[in-house]
């Protein structure tokens, strides 16, 4: 049995843009994850160590934001890649990271950049 483990929506504020302005004053993002993971031994057993650890995931998600880029497809692979770093029994999923006031004049919710595999 394979599970999804969902981080929705996780807001923060972040320095992604191509724009000067973007890398000084910041943006503020949502962040949602979907992970697909093996979860047959926690449904017996009700132990955090045989599930991928949300919060552990958050904190992840959380350093790789932090960390400056031009392209949310750059932000994006860096975060799936520390996903699968630190667990590697992730079958698939997708990272979306949306800008929710990007410099755009239009009028939007927001834009946003999402990949699965």
Known sequence: MTTTIEINNLRMRARHGVLMQERSVGNDFTVTVHLRYPVDAALVNDEVSDTLNYAE???IIKDEMSEPSALLEHVAAR????LMDKFPKIEGGFVRI??????????MENVAVKIEW
Request: net charge positive; charged share 25%; aromatic share 0%.
């Open 98 to 107: 949306a800008k929710l006031k990007p410099p755009i004049p239009a009028q």
């Open 57 to 59: 995931a958050v904190e």
């Open 79 to 82: 975060i799936r890649h520390s």
